[in-house]
């Protein structure tokens, strides 16, 4: 299944879910998204600039030293009427999964179908 078909299904699964784009990290680029309306190339170029400050940004350094040490593998926001899940890889900690949905979204099915998606993005060749 390709990358953009694991998007497209991991959206029309979960109830809420607006957007899901997979991105890598390092290059702070979105490689492929999937929403019902796509949104401007600037605004998923902002979305992977607001995963890579969760996840690897100043207070995510402090928040991981806390846990441990280990750099964080995800992060919630809030705000403007949506919440954000960002999901790291285990496989590749450049690989990244943004999710944006509603409240009425149940964030554990989020998390549970977002983290099986990414790790099926991963392994592809």
Do not use: W, Y
Request: hydrophobic content about 45%.
């Amino acid at each position: 299944m390709s990358i953009a078909d694991e998007l497209d299904m991991l959206r029309a699964t979960v109830p809420g879910c607006t957007l899901v784009a997979f991105g890598d990290l390092n290059a702070r680029i979105v490689l492929c998204a999937s929403a019902a309306q796509k949104p401007p190339q600037e605004d998923l170029d902002a979305l992977c600039l607001s995963a890579s400050g969760a996840l690897d940004g100043g207070f995510a350094g402090s928040v991981a030293a806390f846990l441990g040490g280990s750099r964080l593998t995800q992060a919630v926001t809030l705000g403007s009427g949506e919440i954000r899940l960002f999901l790291r890889s285990h496989l590749d900690s450049a690989d990244a999964l943004f999710c944006t949905f509603t409240d009425q979204t149940d964030i554990r099915d989020m998390l549970d179908a977002g983290r099986r998606t990414l790790h099926r993005i991963s392994e592809q060749p």
